[in-house]
């Protein structure tokens, strides 16, 4: 006996719509995992969920992978099925260049989810002195063009910290950072350097005049060596500040926070970069964490919607939550109620910002 054919169209329906999410008939079977890449800072914090959500439910544990912000943020908008990823981790916002690829791949309904704060770490061994700095001398250490004597700009020509300031001592610069794909990276151009930059008043003002010379100006990491690109992996840069006592690295407040035996966080501009000083905005080098929904996924992959309750829950990352354990700076109560609504009900992402 045949089906009737009002279920026969429903079923056809059914099928229709699996096949344009990429997902085919037997989509559950396909993955039945969710798929998480992006951000090495957030990517401790992810996984710390990823595991306590596998524990304390009927869903397998998600896959987490660290790519970085601008590469997992490119696989997330690469298309919608079971090939690509869920949801992106992101130590940044997204930018509106990401969002228009997101939309030419068909990736046009996002959830954003912000889950904190983080301070950008310029730190050190243990072993080292404590080196005080400023935004002014970051600049100066690690731009890729600085003013010279009489204003113009020259090549960096600074190769110990002495020769940024007499103040500081006759060390060769070495900084151990991220590569371009991090979203830790961007946040250093944006917030460190061009914080520094904007101390030189001729600098400041090009802002207005020429925007796009003026982010060329200060948001360029010089490429000769005294910037040393350590990859995604924060965790290998603090091993490495251990064996190199001149070194300075660059990273999350969390890797600082959980590796506190090894390395120590130098001052910014007088602040010291603590928790308090983070969540108050005292810190000047510090950013907000994000992570991205496919809502088109949310109905098809098993597990995002719980998942990304137990992410915005209050026992997670709540002021006493196990994430702020781990280092995370949680937002203040009624934003991460806010944020917590939002997310529930896959607000829709309105970009409003310049890229």
Known sequence: ?????????????????????????????????IRIVGSSTVYPFSTVVAEEFGRNTKFKTPIVESTGTGGGLKLFCSGVGVSHPDLANASRRIKESEVELC??????????VMIGFDGIVLASSRKAKPMPLTLRQVFLAVAKDVPGPDGTLVANP?????????????????????????????AFNELALEG?????????????????????????????????????????????????PDALGVFGYSFLDQNADV??????????????????GKYPVSRSLYFYVKNAHAGSIPGINEFIAEFTSEKAYGEF??????GLIPSLGPERERYRA??????????????
């Open 1 to 33: 006996m045949t089906g009737s054919p009002n279920r026969t169209r429903v079923s056809l329906a059914l099928l229709g719509a699996a096949t344009l999410l990429g997902l085919a008939p037997s989509a559950a079977s396909a993955r039945d995992q």
């Open 103 to 112: 939309a030419t791949n068909g990736v046009s309904d996002i959830t954003e």
């Open 158 to 186: 600074n190769r110990t910290w002495k020769d940024v300031d007499p103040a500081l001592p006759d060390v060769k610069i070495e900084m151990l950072g991220p590569p371009p794909t991090s979203g830790t990276r961007d």
């Open 196 to 244: 520094g930059c904007k101390t030189f008043p001729e600098l400041a003002a090009l802002e207005a005049m020429d925007k796009d010379r003026y982010k060329q100006i200060c948001r360029s990491v010089r490429e000769d060596g005294a910037y040393i690109e350590a990859g995604e992996n924060d965790n290998l840069i603090v091993q490495k500040l251990a064996a190199n």
């Open 263 to 280: 390395v120590q966080g130098n001052t910014i501009d007088g602040v010291q970069p603590t928790f308090d000083n983070i969540s108050s």
């Open 321 to 326: 939550g196990y994430l702020t354990d781990k």
């Open 342 to 355: 939002d997310a529930a009900a896959l607000k829709k992402l309105e970009l409003d910002q310049e890229d």
